[in-house]
């Protein structure tokens, strides 16, 4: 066996867009919409609110993803946002991660008018689509914010975050310090 200085599957020429993407970060959040059998989800980090008289959320979304299919057959969906106690769970949909019989059996969702909702996700909100366009590789959405609930996100473990491939506490209770190097690897976004 040798041991490697360096990463030993290291890119040798890395991307730098994709590198610099890595380190913008942001808050982890579950997008779900449909009902029953045609329900889908997907795990969203590239969000953006942009408040004003009538406030959007905006998203990149994967547009080869189920939930984006859904998204734009069904029109609505349900954004909520995720915990530290939800990173297994943000794999799943993510596809990163097993989840025999899907993802939706890994937690308890209630249907709302605009799709499946994380109970044990305090803040989420129901969107309605009103645009999108091709941005890059993604598929740009904009959302109306139809309803919005702001729960308490800074319980135990905080507030869910993914920067440079991993899991990072935002927003922790007092003593639970940021996360930083006790974060999760993760697959999905890595630089």
């Known amino acids: 066996m040798t041991i490697h200085d360096s990463h030993p599957f290291a890119d040798p020429d890395p991307d730098p867009v ?3 993407r890595g380190r913008l970060g942001g808050a982890v959040s579950l997008w779900a919409a449909g009902e029953g059998a045609l329900r889908d989800g997907l795990t969203v980090t590239s969000q953006m609110l942009a408040h004003g008289e009538e406030p959007s959320l905006l998203a990149l979304l994967d547009p080869d993803a189920d939930l984006t299919d859904t998204l734009l057959d069904t029109g609505r969906a349900v ?3 995720l915990a530290w106690e939800h990173r297994y769970l943000a794999d799943a949909f993510a596809g990163t991660a097993p989840a025999p019989g899907g ?3 890994l937690a308890d969702f209630e249907q709302t008018e605009w799709g499946p909702r994380l109970l044990s996700a305090p ?3 129901g969107v309605e689509l009103v645009g999108r366009r091709e941005v890059g590789w993604s598929l740009e ?3 109306r914010l139809a309803h919005v609930e702001v729960g308490d996100d800074d319980g135990p473990g905080g507030a869910l975050g993914h920067r440079r491939g ?3 506490r935002l927003g922790a209770g007092p003593g ?3 996360g930083q190097g ?3 690897g993760s697959a999905q976004g890595s630089e």
């Open 166 to 168: 991993r899991y990072l």
């Open 182 to 184: 006790s974060a999760q």
């Open 79 to 81: 954004v909520s946002l």
């Open 103 to 105: 993802p939706f059996r």
């Open 123 to 125: 803040t989420w909100a």
């Open 176 to 178: 639970q310090g940021s």
């Open 18 to 20: 994709r590198r610099l």
């Open 141 to 143: 959405v904009t959302c």
